[in-house]
Nanobody
Framework: QVQLVESGGGLVQPGGSLRLSCAASGSIFRFNAMGWYRQAPGKQRELVAA???????KYADSVKGRFAISRDNGKNTVALQMNSLKPEDTAIYLC?????????????WGQGTQVTVSS
């Protein structure tokens, strides 16, 4: 059973920074895609940043130039560095990973970590 555990959320003022981390149980080499989504109250879950199955990175337009996703294969973690935070970045941030088993994709989710941007 794959477990994804997020950490690093909290309350930050507009313009501030936070670094989220997602720790996976076992090697992250097994995943063909891994990244972060967010869900704000009353809104649909949206992709924030991810390493895609093609090996590239993908960002939501709203976070380009402010957020950066990175991975540490040795520590089995994926991080999201968030700079120049805005109130509209307030949401629960969820780590996600996808692996292919017997030709079928299986997606895993963490429990999420709350990010609140407010003065």
């Amino acid at each position: 059973q794959v477990q994804l555990v997020e950490s690093g959320g909290g309350l930050v003022q507009p313009g501030g920074s936070l670094r989220l981390s997602c720790a996976a149980s076992g090697s992250i080499f097994r995943f063909n895609a891994m990244g972060w989504y967010r869900q704000a109250p009353g809104k649909q879950r949206e992709l924030v940043a991810a390493f895609t199955s093609g090996g590239s990175t993908k960002y939501a337009d709203s976070v380009k130039g402010r957020f950066a996703i990175s991975r540490d294969n040795g520590k089995n973690t994926v991080a999201l560095q968030m700079n120049s935070l805005k109130p509209e970045d307030t949401a629960i941030y969820l780590c996600t990973a996808e692996e292919v088993l017997s030709g079928l994709p299986r997606v895993y989710w963490g429990q999420g970590t709350q990010v609140t941007v407010s003065s």
